[in-house]
C-alpha cells in the first residue's frame, strides 16, 4: 500500500508543498491535502482589498488551479494532531490517518496579553479580515465630516502595519473620506531592527500620505473608545487594526511536538523535521533551526523557499534517503505604501534602498512570479495590476 502524505495549510508554505510533492514524488504516494479555505490567499497582498475589494479575484487561487487531480483535497478546520494514532483531528470530516504529515498551518495574531486588544481590534490574517476593515472604514467614514473626521489607528509598524496604513491612505484620497490614519509602534521606528536607510525611506513615504507616526511607546490597554499609550498617551479611535506579531494556532498546543513555551510555534530542524521523524513543519507555524541559531523569519519569501526543500524531503523520508538542510537566504525586502513601493537590499540591484517605478515594478513582479509557479502565467497576467 502507498504511503499517504498529508499537509496541513493552503498559505504558501502548503500550496508551494503541494506542488514540490507531487512533483517529487509523482504517484509514489498518496498526497492528501486540508485546508480551512478552498483557496490559496496571496497575503502580503491582502491589503490591497482594504482599498479595493475586487482584488480578492485576483489574490485567492482555487486549489483546483494547484493541486493535480491525484491528490485528495478536504476543506475543513484542523482541531488537534494525535501524533501516537498518526492522525489529524479534524471539525467535520472525523480524523485523518497519515504516514507522513506537513505542518503548514500558519499562525495567527498575537495579543501579548494587552487588555481588551483582541476584543477591539481588527486583524489582518485573512480575506474576510482585510474586507470587514474595507467595511468598517467605509462606516465610520459615512458617520465622520471634515471638522471631525474617523481616528483609524493601525497598531505594529512592520511590514503588515505599514501597507495597512498606505492602502487606508489611498481609500481615503481616492474617495476624499473624512480620516485621520495613525501608525503605533512600540519599538523606537517604522520596521523595527531592519536598516535605517530602509526605514528612513518607509518613514517620508508614510509621512507624504498624511499618516500620523508614533514609535517608542506600547499600548497597554484599549477600551471601546481609547487606546493608552505609554503611561500618559491616550489615542481616540473610530477603527483600530493590529498587525503587532504572531503566535501559532491554537489547535497546536495540546499536540505531541516541541513547542516555545509562549507562542506554541513548532520547533523543527533545518530539514523541517520535527522531534517526531514522520512530522515535518514549515512556514509561520514552525521555528526552524538556522546555522546562525536564530530561527527563519516568518515571512512570505522563507516559506516560499522552504516549500520546495520540504517537498523533496518528505519524498527522501519515504525512500530512507538521507534528508537536506536548508539555510534562508534573504533575497531583500520590498514595501508597498500604497501605490509607492521602496525596495532593499535586493540581489542584484547596484543601489541599496530604491523607490519609484523601479521598486513598484519590482513589487508587482514578486506577487506575479508567486502566482505564476503555483497557479499559471494566465492568471499572473491578469493580477498584474492590481498589486
Known amino acids: 500500500m502507498a504511503e499517504n502524505v ?15 510533492l507531487e512533483a517529487e514524488l509523482n504517484g509514489e504516494a498518496d498526497i492528501t491535502w486540508i485546508s480551512d479555505t478552498e483557496y490559496h490567499l496571496v497575503l502580503h497582498e491582502a491589503h490591497r482589498c482594504i482599498r479595493n475589494p475586487d482584488v480578492q479575484e485576483n489574490i485567492t487561487i482555487p486549489v483546483q488551479e494547484i493541486k493535480r487531480s491525484s491528490t485528495t483535497f478536504l476543506q475543513d478546520r484542523v482541531v488537534g494532531i494525535n501524533t501516537d494514532t498518526r492522525e489529524v483531528e479534524l471539525t467535520d470530516n472525523g480524523s485523518v490517518k497519515y504516514d507522513y504529515l506537513l505542518i503548514g498551518l500558519g499562525s495567527q495574531t498575537a495579543f501579548f496579553g494587552i487588555e481588551g486588544l483582541e476584543e477591539y481590534a481588527f486583524t489582518l490574517k485573512s480575506l474576510n479580515d482585510a474586507l470587514a476593515i474595507h467595511d468598517e472604514i467605509q462606516q465610520v467614514a459615512r458617520e465622520a465630516s471634515q471638522s471631525e473626521p474617523a481616528q483609524i489607528v493601525i497598531g505594529g509598524a512592520g511590514l503588515s502595519g505599514i501597507q495597512t496604513a498606505g492602502e487606508i491612505a489611498e481609500l481615503r484620497d481616492e474617495y476624499e473620506l473624512p480620516l485621520d490614519i495613525h501608525l503605533v509602534e512600540g519599538l523606537d521606528n517604522v520596521l523595527p531592527n531592519s536598516d535605517p536607510e530602509l526605514q528612513g525611506a518607509l518613514r517620508k513615504r508614510l509621512e507624504a500620505r498624511d499618516i500620523e507616526i508614533k514609535c517608542g511607546e506600547f499600548i497597554g490597554e484599549v477600551d471601546d473608545e481609547t487606546i493608552y499609550i505609554g503611561d500618559e498617551t ?9 498587525t503587532g506579531g504572531i503566535t501559532g494556532r491554537d489547535c497546536m498546543q495540546d499536540t505531541a511536538l516541541e513547542k516555545h513555551e509562549h507562542n506554541h510555534r513548532i520547533q523543527s530542524e ?5 522531534e517526531n521523524e514522520r512530522v515535518f513543519a514549515i512556514g509561520d507555524c514552525a521555528l526552524i533551526e538556522q546555522p546562525d541559531e536564530q530561527p527563519a523569519p516568518p515571512t512570505a519569501q522563507s516559506a516560499w523557499q522552504a516549500a520546495d526543500v520540504a517537498g523533496e524531503n518528505i519524498a527522501r523520508a519515504i525512500r530512507g534517503q538521507p534528508l537536506k538542510s536548508w539555510t534562508h537566504k534573504d533575497k531583500g525586502t520590498v514595501v508597498s505604501v500604497g501605490e509607492k513601493a ?45 498589486m
Do not use: C
Open 234 to 242: 491616550e489615542l481616540s479611535y473610530d477603527v483600530l487594526v493590529w
Open 342 to 386: 521602496v525596495a532593499h537590499n535586493v540581489l542584484g540591484l547596484p543601489i541599496n534602498t530604491i523607490g519609484g517605478a523601479p521598486a513598484k515594478v519590482l513589487k508587482k513582479g514578486i506577487a506575479a512570479r508567486w502566482i505564476s509557479d503555483v497557479s499559471g502565467m494566465s492568471r499572473a497576467a491578469k493580477a498584474w495590476p492590481d
Open 6 to 20: 498529508v499537509v496541513l495549510g493552503s498559505g504558501y508554505a502548503g500550496a508551494g508543498a503541494i506542488n514540490s
Open 270 to 274: 533545518g530539514t523541517f523535521q520535527t
